[in-house]
């Protein structure tokens, strides 16, 4: 008789191209279980938002699972020891797992392996991490090079199918009811323009890429447009496992033209990880230790406790900033464009170091994803591994008209709503604020002055 395989899920919430759950249905009857962890110490527990995402993807997952004769099992705790103690209790032979990558999930995988025959497999990325390397084989630390060495490799395996049947063991264990996990926001109940815009789950993730099949031809031209849907808004969908890179690769691969720059942008997500495998204290620590340093405002003052809560808010009198801090509010996601100009907004106009806008979209994003944030946060502080971006400041307003954020910010700012362009842009400056918009909490020239002095305190140090 076969013997019972544990199938451990954490950022791979999906039936189909799942080798874990395809390699443990041939092995035995299956237990398909997802451990939340908030109690290894060192482990990033997520934030608010992918709270939210996580239980409607588990629930998702639950729904699809059940009429294929299976179901979800729900525990809690330090993932490593409840799996090993499910696997005993199970009497199961093998844990099968997809490889994940954060510092934390490592270490997971490492303790859990000393106690039970665990059996990883790839999925979650085009490449397994550090198996893209220059010719004298050392991990590539600049994106350019490390996307035409990955591309040599492209396409990826084709992906699998979802199966039709998981066999089942004759006594499902115990598992935890996903209400009392108490996921979801409560009093208030701040996930409405959540639940509105998106569907967590793998079905919400092949919707959002058949939808996002039709537009894929103009991504170069629209991307950077936050007014219009020109992205694929797959990013949470990707961050929980719920669609594969592969996935997206295999959809568009023969689409041509600009698509290939929408696949470099999730060879981006590849690189991110590639960089974090290589720092795993990435999202807590300077690559550039020069930068540690830099004379950041100090947010336990009041002042500069102030402008931070502005800038969260989104009431820092720069309508670009505030729409994306409204937009990340309301939704749980903000245009790359706008994550790029508050990011700079934060560091350089308010000099707070960076690392508190890391938390608080950690907190905020819903696609809130250790390695993307991490990179993309020291990629704009100019902190990271590749070039050094402190420099290039970016101004908010001109950002704005040159992506024509006109509509974007009428939507997202409604006190600026019935302001024409150019007016919405900068409404301080047309004198055109209203009452009940805020002037800007420091001029961009003042900013800049500010930031480019205080750089020149660390620069040439290391
Ligand atoms: C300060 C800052 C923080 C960010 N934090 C995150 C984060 O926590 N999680 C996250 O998934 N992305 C993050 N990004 C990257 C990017 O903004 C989002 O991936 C993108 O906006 C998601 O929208 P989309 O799915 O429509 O993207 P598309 O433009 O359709 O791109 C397709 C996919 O490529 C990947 N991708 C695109 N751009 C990047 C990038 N710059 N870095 C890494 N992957 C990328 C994403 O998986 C995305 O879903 C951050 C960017 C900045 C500037």
Not at 179 to 197: C, T
Not at 284 to 304: C, E, G, H, I, M
Not at 328 to 335: I, K, N, Q, Y
Request: glycine residues 6%; aromatic residues 12%.
């Amino acid at each position: 008789m076969k013997k019972t395989q544990i199938l451990w899920l954490r950022r791979d919430l999906r039936l189909s191209d799942q080798a874990a759950l395809v390699a443990a249905a041939a092995a035995g009857p299956v237990i398909p279980v997802y451990v939340l962890d908030d109690e290894t110490p060192r482990h990033r527990n997520m934030g608010g938002a992918s709270r939210w995402w996580l239980h409607h993807s588990l629930a998702a997952l639950d729904r699809q699972l059940r009429p294929l004769g299976s179901r979800l099992i729900l525990r809690r705790g330090k993932a490593a020891e409840v799996i090993a103690e499910l696997a005993q209790e199970a009497g199961a032979s093998a844990v099968h797992c997809i490889r994940h990558y954060e510092p934390w999930w490592r270490n997971a995988e490492r303790a859990l392996a000393d106690k039970v025959d665990l059996v990883r497999h790839d999925g979650n990325y085009l490449m397994p991490m550090g198996s893209v390397r220059t010719g004298s084989g050392a991990p590539y630390k600049i994106y350019t090079p490390f996307w035409r060495e990955l591309s040599k490799h492209m396409p990826p395996p084709e992906p699998l199918p979802a199966p039709d049947s998981i066999p089942s063991p004759q006594n499902w264990p115990h598992s935890d009811s996903l209400e009392d996990w108490a996921l979801l926001p409560d009093k208030p109940n701040w996930a409405v323009g959540m639940a509105e815009m998106w569907t967590p789950g793998e079905y919400g993730a092949q919707t959002r890429l058949a939808d996002f099949s039709g537009r894929a031809a103009q991504y170069d031209e629209k991307r950077n447009f936050p007014s219009i849907e020109g992205t694929s808004f797959l990013s949470p969908h990707l961050h929980f496992g719920e669609i594969t890179p592969a996935q997206a690769w295999h959809a568009h691969r023969t689409a041509g033209g600009s698509v290939e720059v929408f696949l470099k942008e999730i060879v981006w997500r590849e690189y991110a990880q590639n960089v974090v495998f290589q720092y795993p204290d990435y999202g807590s620590k300077n690559a550039r230790d020069n930068f540690d340093a830099f004379p950041w405002r100090d947010v336990t003052k009041q002042d500069v406790a102030a402008d931070l809560k502005a800038w969260q808010a989104g009431r820092t009198g720069y309508p670009i900033v505030d729409a994306g801090m409204r937009e990340l509010w309301a939704t749980g996601w903000m245009h790359n464009r706008v994550r790029m100009i508050t990011a700079s907004f934060l560091i350089k106009h308010i000099l707070i170091d960076w690392r508190e806008g890391e938390k608080w979209f950690w907190d905020t994003l819903c696609d809130a994803d250790y390695a993307s944030n991490a990179v993309n946060w020291q990629w704009t502080a100019g902190t990271g591994v590749d070039s050094n971006m402190f420099v290039r400041i970016m101004a908010p307003l001109s950002q704005s008209e040159k992506f024509d954020a006109g509509d974007y910010i009428r939507k997202w700012v409604p006190e600026l709503a019935d302001l024409d362009d150019p007016y919405v842009h900068d409404p301080d400056e047309f004198g055109r604020k209203p009452a009940d918009y805020p002037a800007k909490i420091i001029g961009h020239k003042e900013a800049r002055e500010r930031a480019l002095a205080a750089y020149a305190r660390i620069k040439g140090q290391s």
